[in-house]
């Protein structure tokens, strides 16, 4: 009942910019925390950044001071704008929503397909 859309993922050289963005569809009374992981080959899924329904942010060290997490919550998406990219930041980034489907009900988290980013030395 509820979807998350990621788009914006591809292949970028080294030192380029890519602005990933996930819109939260379906059933959704409120949405709590929205976030980025990234998985790398043979790695598990970390946390990239993210940010709560007051705008508040966690950014990892990694890409701290290059990657920014934003949300627009009347079109209930969130975005990642990626830049100075580097070959160690190629995974599959996903995105995650921690919503409330009804009034008074519980929170579920809802992640998205996953997008690649590919970034070439």
């Known amino acids: 009942q509820v979807q998350l859309v990621e788009s914006g993922g591809g292949l970028v050289q080294a030192g380029g910019s890519l602005r990933l963005s996930c819109a939260a569809s379906g059933r959704i009374f409120s949405i709590n925390t929205m976030a980025w992981f990234a998985q790398a080959p043979g790695k598990q899924r970390e946390l990239v950044a993210g940010?709560?329904?007051?705008?508040?942010?966690n950014i990892a060290d990694s890409v701290k001071g290059r990657f920014t997490i934003s949300r627009d919550s009347a079109k209930n998406t969130v975005y990642l704008q990626m830049n100075s990219l580097k070959p160690e930041d190629t995974a599959v980034y996903y995105c995650?929503?921690?919503?409330?489907?009804?009034?008074?009900?519980?929170?579920?988290?809802?992640w998205g397909q996953g997008t690649q980013v590919t970034v070439s030395s």
């Open positions: 940010i709560t329904s007051d705008g508040s942010t």
């Open positions: 995650n929503a921690r919503i409330r489907g009804r009034p008074w009900s519980t929170e579920n988290d809802y």
